[in-house]
């Protein structure tokens, strides 16, 4: 088992900076991949951006240029710089971690963080 935990987040006003850290511990294997999503009010979980073993990232459109995703590997970590947030970054936020370890291939859930941005 894989246990996810995440700190960060809170209450910024717009135009402020978060910083989101999630870091996986337990049984971790071959990590394919590490990542962000959100889910506002009434809306489905969406991703933000994620990063691949190799390093390599993909981002929602609405935060590129804004969020910056990266990963300290020796530490299982994961890290979301949000800045220049806005009111519609408001959301809880979910890390997710995928990977392979033996013959089994799964992806676990953070619990989740709240962050929102007043204007």
């Known amino acids: 088992q894989v246990q996810l935990v995440q700190s960060g987040g809170g209450l910024v006003q717009a135009g402020g900076s978060l910083r989101l850290s999630c870091s996986a511990s337990?049984?971790?294997?071959?990590?394919?991949?590490m990542g962000w999503y959100r889910q506002a009010p009434g809306k489905q979980r969406e991703l933000v951006a994620t990063?691949?073993?190799?390093?390599?990232?993909n981002y929602a459109n609405s935060v590129k240029g804004r969020f910056t995703i990266s990963r300290d590997n020796a530490k299982n970590t994961v890290y979301l710089q949000m800045n220049s947030l806005n009111s519609e970054d408001t959301a809880v936020y979910y890390c997710?971690?995928?990977?392979?370890?033996?013959?089994?291939?799964?992806?676990?859930w953070g619990q989740g963080t709240q962050v929102t941005v007043s204007s």
């Open positions: 997710r971690l995928a990977q392979v370890l033996g013959a089994y291939t799964g992806a676990y």
């Open positions: 337990g049984s971790i294997g071959r990590i394919n991949e």
């Open positions: 990063m691949s073993s190799s390093g390599s990232t």
